[in-house]
């Protein structure tokens, strides 16, 4: 068994700053409102996150913040934006929270859909 001859193939160049992969890649998954989905969506387990030690430290022991959430078709949420942190310091806080809670799946019409939710968070310092 033989080889065929291979030819030489230049290399392609690419211009990395001229490229911008949002337009090449550019989808839309609807996202629906939570007051029309089925039924609002719970959340169903979440981690601990670390409250502020400086906002102990000024006796303030409860913040009940605001942020625009979306939740996947798999229940994961998501920051859209942080409406009301209260506190610069909670901001971190409330992206940690995000990141680990985990919703009751949006569904409309019994399908799963993607869900767009402004939503409050508690934080109570607990010893």
Do not use: C, H
């Not at 065929?4 to 890649?25: G, H, I």
């Not at 605001?66 to 859209?80: C, F, M, P, T």
Request: charged content about 30%.
């Amino acid at each position: 068994m033989g080889l065929t001859s291979l030819q030489k193939v230049e290399k392609p160049e690419f211009d990395f700053e001229k490229m911008d992969l949002r337009d090449a890649m550019n989808f839309d998954i609807p996202t629906m409102d939570v007051k029309n989905l089925d039924s609002i969506p719970k959340a169903i387990s979440y981690k601990s996150v670390k409250y502020p030690r400086d906002l102990v430290n000024r006796g303030i022991k409860r913040v009940d913040t605001r942020v625009e959430i979306i939740i996947d078709q798999r229940g994961k949420a998501y920051v859209k934006k942080i409406v009301d942190p209260v506190y610069p310091e909670m901001v971190p806080v409330i992206r940690d929270w995000v990141a680990g809670v985990k919703f009751s799946v949006p569904r409309k019409n019994g399908k799963p859909v993607q869900a767009i939710y402004l939503y409050t968070i508690q934080f109570i310092y607990r010893v």
